[in-house]
């Protein structure tokens, strides 16, 4: 649109009185394609597990510090207050977080939503309304919204997990509520694993819980998910995800986070994706195996205990570059929030048998 003098003096003059001109803004609104701010991005574990150590070495937690986690900063998303803070994506927050022995990470809840996939060490637990959580590597945890809990460590080694919240939206929704627990640990009021146990059939559930609640089952250990995935093993698989689940609520099949998806994937020895994009965003962790995606043309190269991001709307395909391994990915979404929304759309790439060019190879820091 062509902007006379007297227009442009129009609009400034609308501006200092708090209005806005419609007629040459409405384009930014509507774009013909999301404009995602956030773009693809990698992060090594040798760099996050590096600024760990020194973080062990500063600081207490439980001691002057409430948590020792490091969260993924999208270079996309710096400028973009108030979540400038730490967003992998424009909803979700990813953070590595790590407990020494003897350390407690006092107990708190809060509006934001939480999800954890255990990375790596043994003898750390959870309290989550008021249950004991004993967990492994490659479980994965919900802590819902508005639930007390605290971490400890009672084993001899430090403990990594995967943190995903949906801060960044609830940031900008202005929704956040947190309170502080007198104490510095919750009061147990239910046995151990009180919530495996009662799901512990997997497809039955104790009859009480037929009118579904929130977040029945805190704690999906990995060795169930491997059955999962095995079961998907005799048959094609998918041709953008492989062998893939999802974590779901079994008392009402919806996802296990009621604002956050998490899935696992297998992609078997030799699987070569093809092309999709999408609304929702994803944060990844390379649980086991070694590959690469290829996100707009890029080709972001990974190996295990490394993370990366696929923004909305960005094409992205995987690649298991070992012949004889099969490759794990832990991932999670904002699906649930998309779909709630009635956002969600899916393109698959049609050129060249679903594939991209790849145009440029990723460098990243160390
Ligand atoms: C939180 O409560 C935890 O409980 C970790 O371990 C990361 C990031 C933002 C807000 C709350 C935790 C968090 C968090």
């Known amino acids: 649109m062509k902007i006379s003098s007297g227009l442009q003096e129009f609009h400034e003059k609308l501006e200092s009185e708090n209005l806005g001109p419609l007629w040459s803004s409405i384009h930014k609104l509507n774009t013909i394609e999301p404009e995602a701010k956030p773009v693809p991005y990698l992060w090594k574990k040798e760099l996050i597990e590096r600024n760990l150590e020194e973080a062990e070495e500063l600081l ?7 948590r020792r986690a490091l969260f993924l900063i999208n270079p996309g998303m710096k400028d973009l207050k108030p979540v400038g803070w730490g967003g992998a994506t424009q909803t979700l927050y990813a953070a590595v977080q790590a407990v020494k022995p003897g350390e407690v990470a006092p107990a708190h809840r809060h509006t934001t939503t939480a999800l954890r996939f255990i990375m790596k060490g043994k003898g750390a637990v959870g309290r989550v309304n008021g249950e004991k959580i004993t967990f492994e590597p490659g479980d994965y ?34 929704v956040c509520f947190t309170e502080f627990y007198p104490e510095k640990q919750q009061e147990l009021s239910v046995p151990d694993d009180y919530s495996s146990k009662r799901y512990q059939g997997g497809m039955v559930r104790p009859i009480s819980d037929r ?33 893939a689940v999802e974590y779901i609520n079994p008392s009402n099949g919806k996802d296990a986070n009621n604002r956050i998806g998490a899935r696992m994937q297998m992609l078997p020895a030799g699987f070569k994706g093809k092309a999709h994009r999408h609304v929702h965003s994803n944060v990844y962790h390379v649980f086991k195996g070694k590959g690469h995606t ?69 460098q990243p820091v160390y």
């Open 294 to 362: 290829v996100m707009n043309g890029i080709k972001f190269e990974w190996s295990e205990g490394d993370f990366f991001v696929i923004p909305s709307w960005v094409w992205h395909e995987h690649v298991n570059e070992s012949e004889t391994e099969d490759a794990c990915l832990f991932s999670t979404n904002d699906l649930p929030i998309m779909e709630a929304f009635d956002f969600e759309r899916v393109e698959e790439l049609k050129s060249n048998d679903g594939h991209q060019d790849v145009k440029e190879i990723f």
């Open 211 to 243: 009118k579904p609640s929130i977040a029945p089952l805190g704690r999906y250990k990995w060795e169930q998910t491997k059955q999962g995935i095995e079961g998907l093993r005799e048959f094609d698989p998918d041709p953008f995800d492989g062998l």
């Open 60 to 66: 207490e937690v439980g001691n002057g510090a409430d």
């Open 141 to 174: 945890l919900t802590t819902p919204t508005w639930a007390w809990h605290d971490h400890a460590n009672e084993g001899d080694e430090t403990v990594y997990w995967m943190d995903c919240l949906d801060a960044p939206f609830t940031k900008y929704m202005n």
